[in-house]
């Protein structure tokens, strides 16, 4: 089964610092796409940030950056100097190249502490 | 502005009805999913369609259908056959369906079965 698993259910970070949400997954494909989503309290998914499995630079957007480890099916997500708004659900999900469906993580809750 | 909307953002069933939950998009998407989302899980899909009268089950279909008149809406029924049917659902659409594709969210619709 094609699985993708995040280990922590909850995870709190003071204000301003850096904290990292990790990501498995497991598959024998090559091709795919991984995503990260932010579900906040309003319960909207909000996309954070995208990587292509064929690209070895990891993917940045403003405070957010990915550790991608193909070899080891690992796709963590780095927060740095973080903010009271990024409070939220975060969701681990990738979708095979062909494929429509994406499959989700159980989901890490992240607090901030002020 | 441009954007998903899914109404009610709250519903209430007795059991034994049929629902359907609305979700409409203007952003000129070709290809438009279904999610249901319980406690401590991930998104599962429940229908997905790329093109106006053409749809496909995804992980957990049974109990549920839905249709694609427009290309602009994708409404899903929750019919008395789908034994455990509260849950939040999430109607989400992307360009053309490709797995390249990133995937946007529409709000979502909390569903009770009383």
């Known amino acids: 089964a094609q699985t993708v698993t995040q280990s922590q259910p909850e995870m709190s970070v003071q204000e301003a610092e850096t904290v990292t949400l990790s990501c498995t997954y497991d598959?024998?494909?090559?091709?795919?796409?991984l995503f990260w989503y932010k579900q906040p309290p309003s319960r909207q998914m909000i996309l954070v940030i995208r990587?292509?499995?064929?690209?070895?630079q990891n993917a940045t957007e403003n405070r957010f950056s990915v550790n991608f480890q193909k070899a080891a099916k690992s796709f963590s997500l780095k927060i740095s100097d973080s903010q009271l708004g990024d409070a939220a659900m975060y969701f681990c999900?990738?979708?095979?190249?062909?494929?429509?469906?994406?499959?989700f993580g159980q989901g890490t809750r992240l607090t901030i502490n002020p | 502005d441009g954007g998903i909307t899914q109404s009610p953002k709250y519903l209430f069933r007795k059991e034994g009805q049929n629902v359907t939950l609305s979700c409409e998009q203007n952003?000129?998407?070709?290809?438009m999913y279904w999610y249901r989302q319980d406690p401590g899980q991930g998104l599962r899909l429940i229908y997905y369609?790329?093109?106006?009268?053409?749809?496909q089950k995804g992980d957990i279909a049974e109990g549920y259908s839905v249709s694609r008149e427009k290309k602009e809406s994708f409404p899903l029924t929750v019919t008395s056959a789908q034994k455990n049917p509260t849950a939040f659902y999430l109607c989400?659409?992307?360009?053309?369906?490709?797995?390249?594709?990133?995937?946007?969210f529409g709000p979502g619709t909390r569903l009770t079965v009383l």
């Open positions: 369609s790329q093109i106006v009268n053409d749809f």
């Open positions: 952003l000129n998407h070709d290809a």
């Open positions: 990587q292509e499995a064929y690209k070895q």
């Open positions: 598959t024998s494909e090559s091709d795919y796409y």
């Open positions: 989400a659409s992307s360009i053309s369906g490709a797995s390249t594709d990133t995937q946007y």
């Open positions: 999900a990738w979708v095979i190249q062909g494929a429509q469906k994406l499959v």
